[in-house]
C-alpha cells in the first residue's frame, strides 16, 4: 500500500500513452508553462504562449479549475478531472490522486491555502478548505469537508470530516 513515495516524484504516472488522456495533457501544459517561464528568450516565451493556448483548450475539455501557478508535486493522477478545482496557493505533494469534483480552496480571500503532503488519495467530491496540512500518505474519503489538519497515515471522511483509521492498519 505505501510502496508509493511520499517525497520522490514517480513521472511514469504522467506519461501520456495516447493522445487522448486530457488530465495528462492539462498538467503536462501547466507543467511546460511553468518550465518556460524559469527560462528568458524568445523561443521560451513563445513555447510559453503556446502552453497558456494548450492549458485553456485542456481545462474546456476537462472541466477542471488547475491555474498554471498551481504547485502541484511530479507523479499526480487525475484519472476523471472533471470539476476539480485547485487554489493558485495550494501546495500538492508528489504522487497524490485526486478524483472528479474535488475542491482544493480558501475559506475568504486573506485565508492561507492547504497543504498537501505526498501521496494523498482524494476521494470524489471532496473538499480541503483552509490554511490546514494535510500529513502523508493520507486517504480523505468521497465527499468528506475536510476544515482541520490530517495527520501522515490518516484516513479521514465525513462531513464535517474525522479520522477514522489509518492507512498503517491496512498494511498489517
Known sequence: MNNISAEVPDWTREQSQCFWSPSKKLLRATRDYQRYTANTGFLNKLLKKLAVLRHRFWTVITGADIPLNCQIGGGVLIPHPNGIVIHSAAMIGPNCLIHQQVTIGVKSSNDGAPIIAGHVDIGAGAKIIG?????????????????????DFAI???????VIGSTKEMDS
Not at 140 to 145: K, P
Open 131 to 151: 490554511h490546514i496540512t494535510i500529513g502523508k500518505h493520507a486517504q480523505i474519503g468521497a465527499n468528506a469537508v475536510v476544515t482541520k489538519d490530517v495527520p
Open 156 to 162: 479521514v471522511a465525513g462531513v464535517p470530516a474525522k
